[in-house]
């Protein structure tokens, strides 16, 4: 089964309003890390989160290792946040290679 | 920090041919990654080293596609007798490794195989 579930597939917002998007780990883990692409972009980090909150300008991610979850929180999104959003896990066992989620699609229309 | 660097950027071959994809890694970072990434399967794991020793490469189809790294500057990926569907977007990535660490990407090479 998929070590890494992200929800949901797509999400389309307005300009303005919240997004927020899950992340869910079937095994334990060490770390975890979102990654943003634009289409044909490359992955760009935003943020690594081995646990706890984090946060940078409009953007929060809160990671719980023992609940195998972790969320990314948008406020206030702009057209310009429009993208794939990846989450990814180091697991615990046989690590240091990242193991991703399918991503999430979000648009942002104004 | 020029980041990860790859090499080229785009690649156009004929199936077939062989294709050899650069990777020059952050300097200073142990551990080196490659994956790739297709729509229909998304960011797939390929094959990585630490300290320019291979230690995974579970991922990697095992007849024609094999990974290098002879320094620490530099990792390549060769793919033999290129297939169409090989087509894909290989990523390279690097970490200070030690696990617990985070990874900085580069921007890929693009394949088409025709």
């Known amino acids: 089964g998929q070590q890494v579930q992200q929800s949901p597939t797509s999400l389309v917002l307005q300009e303005g309003e919240n997004a927020e998007l899950q992340c869910n780990f079937s095994t334990s883990l060490n770390s975890m890390q979102w990654f943003y692409q634009r289409p044909g972009g490359s992955l760009i980090s935003v943020f690594y989160?081995?646990?706890g909150t984090k946060q940078s300008g409009r953007l929060t991610s809160t990671t719980v290792i023992k609940e195998r979850r972790s969320s990314l929180h948008i406020s206030s999104s702009q057209i310009t946040d429009s993208g794939t959003y990846l989450c990814a896990m180091e697991r615990a066992e046989g690590a240091d290679r990242l193991t991703f989620g399918k991503g999430t699609q979000l648009i942002i229309q104004p | 920090n020029a980041g990860v660097i790859q090499t080229p950027r785009h690649k156009v071959t004929g199936k077939g041919q062989e294709a050899t994809l650069w990777c020059e890694p952050i300097?200073?970072?142990?551990?080196v990654f490659w994956y790739r990434q297709t729509i229909v399967q998304g960011l797939e794991f390929l094959t990585y080293?630490?300290?320019?020793?291979?230690?995974?490469d579970s991922g990697m189809p095992k007849e024609r596609f094999s990974a290098q790294m002879p320094n620490q500057s530099h990792s390549t990926l060769k793919i033999q007798s290129t297939q169409p569907q090989d087509s894909a977007v290989y990523l390279c990535?690097?970490?200070?490794?030690?696990?617990?660490?985070?990874?900085?990407f580069g921007s890929g090479t693009r394949l088409l195989v025709i």
């Open positions: 080293f630490r300290n320019q020793a291979p230690i995974d």
């Open positions: 300097s200073g970072h142990s551990a």
């Open positions: 990535a690097s970490s200070l490794g030690g696990g617990d660490s985070d990874y900085t």
């Open positions: 989160n081995p646990s």
